[in-house]
């Protein structure tokens, strides 16, 4: 029962275009989504977040989107470039009881080819 | 600063054996998170701390145990190894800010392998 999909484990594109990663959630008292990037045998990375009363939030390329009535979020990367090449995962979070915890995704693997 | 250090890196076990995975971070954060992540999967959350003395169980914590006696560490012990706790685990920490979510910031991870 998972209630954070990334429904696609591969994305592939070309250097300079746009990368689009999708993220889906069924709870709806998920307040708080975040974005973290891996690397091959590194620990994750935060990369952008966005609070469930905002629609977008930007970052230089990186753009996080939100939908709240379709419980989708979505992260744009313009333009795409090689060194983006790594393992996305997408979070949510609620917090309760004093304290947050985080649900992942499976993650999606994006290649930028040069 | 050196962020969140996990040690060893790699371990391998025998089914039985038991061992304690090393965390810390000196970043001053009251929380702290192990989490385990199996190939093809999202990061599961096996148990938390909110500080110094105070554990709490996460989605997964069956087969594992914590202790928190400073702010700096946080170290995860397996006791009775199974083949099922093969995976990499990723000890993180965070502020925790009252009433909202913070960043976690992430460890290097574990891979363990129990044969």
């Known amino acids: 029962d998972q209630q954070v999909k990334q429904n696609s484990p591969s994305l592939s594109v070309q250097e300079g275009r746009i990368s689009i990663l999708n993220c889906d959630y069924t709870?709806?008292?998920?307040?708080?989504f975040l974005w973290y990037k891996k690397y091959p045998a590194e620990g994750p990375t935060f990369l952008i977040s966005?609070?469930?009363?905002?629609d977008k939030n930007e970052d230089g390329r990186f753009t996080v989107f939100l939908n709240k009535s379709a419980k989708h979020l979505s992260l744009h990367i313009v333009p795409s470039q090689p060194g983006d090449s790594a393992v996305y995962f997408c979070a949510a979070s609620e917090y309760q009881g004093g304290s947050e915890k985080l649900v992942f995704g499976k993650g999606t693997k994006l290649t930028v080819n040069p | 600063n050196a962020g969140v250090t996990q040690t060893p890196k790699f371990r391998i076990l025998k089914i039985g054996q038991s061992m304690t995975l090393q965390c810390a971070q000196d970043m001053n954060h009251n929380y702290m998170y192990w989490y385990r992540q199996d190939p093809g999967m999202g990061l599961k959350l096996i148990y938390y701390?909110?500080?110094?003395?105070?554990?709490d169980k996460g989605e997964v914590p069956n087969g594992y145990n914590v202790s928190r006696s400073t702010t700096e560490d946080f170290p995860l012990r397996l006791e009775l190894a199974a083949p099922s706790q093969t995976s990499v685990y990723f000890c993180?920490?965070?502020?925790?800010?009252?009433?909202?979510?913070?960043?976690?910031?992430f460890g290097p991870g574990t891979r363990l392998t129990v044969l």
């Open positions: 993180a920490s965070s502020y925790g800010l009252s009433g909202s979510t913070d960043t976690q910031y």
């Open positions: 701390s909110v500080g110094a003395g105070i554990t």
């Open positions: 966005i609070s469930s009363i905002k």
């Open positions: 709870n709806s008292m998920f307040d708080y």
